[in-house]
């Protein structure tokens, strides 16, 4: 009873004057902070795992690789394989599963050991991140799920901004095993402190086929789409930051950090703004906005990536449109899929894995073939293709409102029902024409 009592327990409403968040939304916001740390703080440590695994750096990349690529592919069977279980339940398994492989990874003497815990580590994560989503979906006040998502996203963009460079830097000072040490006591003690509300909706029942009904809508297939186009367009030039902007930092890893901490900043602004703004304005303007903004940095890149200050300017803009609309596609894949949230999320977390690798491989490709500064176009391309299946999803959900909207203008319209007149004692019973 007292853990549920306060786990019902909320924060501040906010400045909007809006009904207050679970407290709850917090605590899973954090263990996204554990994920998000865990997930990019290792491209950071590779040179000294490479060392201490008896690898080349290389070879220890491939550790990012198969975490990225057992992310992408297990977060939708996940969410089919723990459907019919409650979310704290699910919360719960992810969590231990995460930390678990996380602390093997840490201690493991060989290469194939760490392997072994960062493929544990990402099942875990592609379990958490989705169920995570989804519970602040469900468990949103009403008219404020745009801003639970964007608690529980604010993890992810915290963890860019705050979790990689402080890991990076006590991995420097303590070695990289005490930093994936100190993700695994954060994951843990999260796991120990998730209580859901005992009156949290666990989700409906239902058999595979129904759970996998969202994939026949038009419009949740563009959604991911947008995802995928849109990852794909920024990480054909994040891959390669140090190349693209190496005339603003002149080789220099310190100011390399200050873009990248100007990003994090930007990153965890827009993930804040996107949550009201979608509450207030809808999905659909957030969503466009936020494109357009990364399209419009990218394509200006060639231009701002000369001298260090309009680059940190155009890096903490790019953070901002590019955290931007994750809070916006979340929000209208629940809608559109309001039974399957889980699914749904978790196709959409595959989407951002999928999209990340092939922009990290279209830069690849398109940086031995054109000047380094110059990749900021071709991305914004990509970008475009993004912005076009937003506009394409948006049809397809009205196109697919429009009978629903119809039906019910009919029955608006209709004539009412003859009303039977009041009888009073004595008079025969009233009968319809």
Same mark, same amino acid.
């Given at each position: 009873?007292?853990?549920?009592?306060?786990?019902? &327990? %909320?924060?501040?409403g906010g400045?909007?004057?809006?009904?207050?968040?679970?407290?709850?939304?917090?605590?899973?916001?954090?263990?996204?902070?554990a994920?998000g740390?865990?997930?990019?703080?290792?491209?950071?440590?590779?040179?000294?795992?490479?060392?201490?695994? *008896?690898?080349?750096?290389?070879?220890?990349?491939?550790?990012?690789?198969?975490?990225a690529?057992?992310?992408?592919?297990?977060? =939708?069977?996940?969410?089919?394989?723990?459907?019919?279980? &409650?979310?704290?339940?699910?919360?719960?398994?992810?969590l231990?599963?995460?930390?678990?492989?996380?602390?093997?990874?840490?201690?493991? +003497?060989w290469?194939w050991?760490?392997?072994?815990?960062?493929? %544990?580590?990402?099942?875990?994560?592609?379990?958490?991140?989705?169920?995570?989503?989804?519970?602040?979906?469900?468990?949103a +006040?009403?008219?404020?799920?745009?801003?639970a998502?964007?608690?529980?996203?604010?993890?992810?963009?915290?963890?860019?901004?705050?979790?990689?460079?402080?890991?990076?830097?006590v991995?420097?000072?303590?070695?990289w095993?005490?930093?994936?040490?100190?993700?695994?006591?954060?994951?843990?003690?999260?796991?120990?402190?998730? *209580?859901?509300?005992?009156?949290?909706?666990?989700?409906?029942?239902?058999?595979?086929?129904?759970?996998?009904? =969202?994939?026949?809508?038009?419009?949740?297939?563009? @959604?991911?789409?947008?995802?995928?186009?849109?990852?794909?367009?920024?990480?054909?030039?994040?891959?390669?930051?140090s190349l693209?902007?190496?005339?603003?930092?002149?080789?220099?890893?310190?100011? /390399? &950090?200050?873009? /990248?901490?100007?990003?994090?900043?930007?990153?965890?602004? $827009?993930?804040?703004?996107? $949550?009201?703004?979608?509450?207030?304005?809808?999905?659909? =303007? @957030?969503l466009?906005?936020?494109?357009?903004?990364?399209?419009a940095v990218?394509? /200006?890149?060639?231009?701002?990536t000369?001298?260090?200050?309009?680059?940190?300017?155009?890096?903490?803009?790019?953070g901002?449109?590019g955290?931007?609309y994750?809070?916006?596609?979340? *929000?209208?894949l629940?809608?559109?899929?309001?039974?399957?949230a889980?699914?749904?999320?978790? /196709?959409?977390? #595959?989407?951002?894995?999928?999209?990340?690798s092939?922009?990290?491989?279209?830069?690849?490709?398109?940086?031995?073939?054109?000047?380094?500064r110059?990749i900021?176009? +071709?991305?914004?391309a990509?970008?475009?293709?993004?912005?076009?299946?937003?506009?394409? #999803?948006?049809?397809?959900?009205?196109?697919?409102?429009?009978?629903?909207?119809?039906?019910?203008?009919?029955?608006?319209?209709?004539?009412?029902? +003859?009303?039977p007149?009041?009888?009073?004692?004595?008079?025969? #019973?009233?009968?319809?024409p």
């Amino acid at each position: 009873m007292r853990a549920d009592r306060a786990a019902r &327990s %909320t924060a501040d409403g906010g400045l909007d004057g809006g009904p207050s968040m679970p407290a709850v939304l917090y605590l899973l916001a954090l263990g996204a902070f554990a994920v998000g740390t865990d997930t990019f703080v290792i491209a950071g440590l590779l040179s000294e795992m490479g060392r201490s695994l *008896h690898v080349s750096t290389t070879v220890a990349g491939q550790l990012v690789t198969v975490f990225a690529l057992t992310y992408a592919v297990l977060a =939708p069977v996940a969410a089919v394989v723990t459907g019919r279980w &409650s979310r704290q339940r699910r919360l719960r398994a992810a969590l231990a599963l995460f930390t678990a492989g996380t602390a093997v990874s840490a201690v493991a +003497p060989w290469f194939w050991l760490a392997m072994v815990g960062r493929v %544990t580590a990402a099942a875990g994560a592609s379990a958490y991140t989705p169920a995570a989503v989804a519970a602040a979906g469900a468990l949103a +006040p009403e008219g404020r799920r745009g801003t639970a998502l964007a608690i529980v996203i604010s993890g992810l963009s915290a963890a860019t901004a705050l979790g990689v460079p402080l890991g990076t830097l006590v991995g420097g000072a303590l070695g990289w095993r005490f930093t994936l040490l100190l993700v695994a006591v954060l994951g843990a003690a999260v796991m120990a402190g998730c *209580h859901l509300p005992a009156d949290a909706p666990a989700g409906a029942v239902a058999g595979l086929r129904e759970r996998l009904a =969202p994939l026949r809508k038009p419009a949740v297939l563009l @959604v991911l789409a947008t995802t995928l186009f849109a990852l794909a367009s920024e990480y054909t030039i994040y891959t390669y930051l140090s190349l693209i902007f190496g005339a603003a930092t002149d080789g220099r890893t310190v100011l /390399l &950090s200050a873009l /990248l901490l100007a990003f994090g900043v930007g990153a965890v602004i $827009g993930n804040a703004v996107a $949550g009201p703004a979608t509450d207030r304005w809808g999905d659909g =303007p @957030v969503l466009l906005l936020a494109l357009v903004g990364v399209v419009a940095v990218e394509f /200006l890149m060639p231009w701002t990536t000369g001298s260090l200050w309009p680059s940190l300017l155009a890096m903490g803009l790019w953070g901002v449109a590019g955290w931007g609309y994750l809070v916006p596609l979340q *929000h209208r894949l629940m809608a559109l899929a309001p039974g399957a949230a889980s699914l749904t999320t978790s /196709l959409n977390s #595959s989407a951002i894995y999928l999209g990340a690798s092939a922009g990290s491989v279209a830069g690849g490709v398109l940086i031995t073939q054109l000047p380094a500064r110059s990749i900021g176009c +071709p991305a914004a391309a990509i970008g475009l293709l993004a912005i076009a299946s937003a506009l394409a #999803s948006n049809r397809a959900r009205d196109a697919a409102n429009a009978p629903a909207s119809a039906a019910n203008a009919d029955n608006a319209g209709a004539d009412p029902a +003859p009303k039977p007149p009041d009888l009073k004692p004595g008079k025969r #019973s009233w009968s319809p024409p």
